[in-house]
């Protein structure tokens, strides 16, 4: 599934600006299909031009309510209108599992799918996030600013000027998630539940949130990273 709603306000008609020459959500399509454990995708949206967009890159369209695209609707709602008509979608009668691939992370790989369904296959966990290793840590440079206006670490207990001293901490990206259905027709949080992860890498867990965000697709996508051993040749 593919939850893109048309009322985007921080980048408007953010789903369906181009990067790379393609719409955004044709990005994510065009991903999921390559995916060895995908086999359709289903576009769910509230906007006629998103649908047009997605069916034209091989994804089906489910039309959700207007009232479950709203700024202040939580997307879990999506998610839960998605389940009940599953059904009919797939023409049978429940699925058990459900990943969600958000538009709005253009440079996932067909592989971080992959591996996130099969991380949810070892049945012990209730959802899989992708998360990446965290430029900044609460242990050493993120912090907050008190009433004096002075500033403090976020986390001053076991707290160092050395990176290798710390715990390594992470960022949850938004390249893809998988859930069991049942779980998400119950919490009221994803978070509530046993979480389990994989890594992906920094290159691959850019989330388009501003005007700058999809400027970086962009160039990202057309000059794609090679890695250290590229660079350091």
């Known amino acids: 599934m593919i939850f893109a709603r048309g009322g985007s306000k921080g980048v408007p008609r953010k789903n369906v600006r181009l990067v790379k020459g393609k719409p955004l959500i044709a990005h994510s399509i065009e991903c999921a299909l390559s995916a060895s454990c995908i086999g359709q995708v289903v576009v769910s949206t509230d ?132 859930a069991n259905t049942d779980y998400v027709m119950s919490c009221d949080r994803l978070v509530d539940g046993k979480v389990g992860a994989i890594v992906v890498p920094q290159e691959r867990a850019l989330d388009i949130d501003t005007e700058y965000d999809l400027y970086l697709a962009d160039i990202i996508l057309r000059t794609p990273y090679r890695g250290p051993q590229f660079h350091d040749k």
């Open 47 to 178: 906007d006629e031009e998103i649908a047009e967009v997605s069916e034209k890159f091989g994804a089906r369209v489910l039309m959700r309510p207007a009232s479950l695209a709203a700024d202040a609707t939580p997307e879990i709602l999506a998610w839960r209108h998605a389940i009940e008509q599953m059904p009919e979608i797939f023409s049978q009668d429940k699925q058990d599992v459900l990943v969600s691939l958000p538009a709005t992370s253009p440079l996932r790989a067909p592989s971080d799918i992959d591996a996130a369904v099969k991380r949810h296959s070892e049945g012990d966990c209730d959802v899989v996030f992708a998360i990446s290793p965290s430029l900044r840590s609460p242990y050493l440079n993120m912090v907050t600013i008190n009433e004096d206006r002075l500033i403090n670490v976020v986390i001053s207990e076991g707290s160092s000027y050395r990176r290798q001293d710390v715990p390594c901490v992470y960022d949850i990206t938004t390249s893809v998630y998988v």
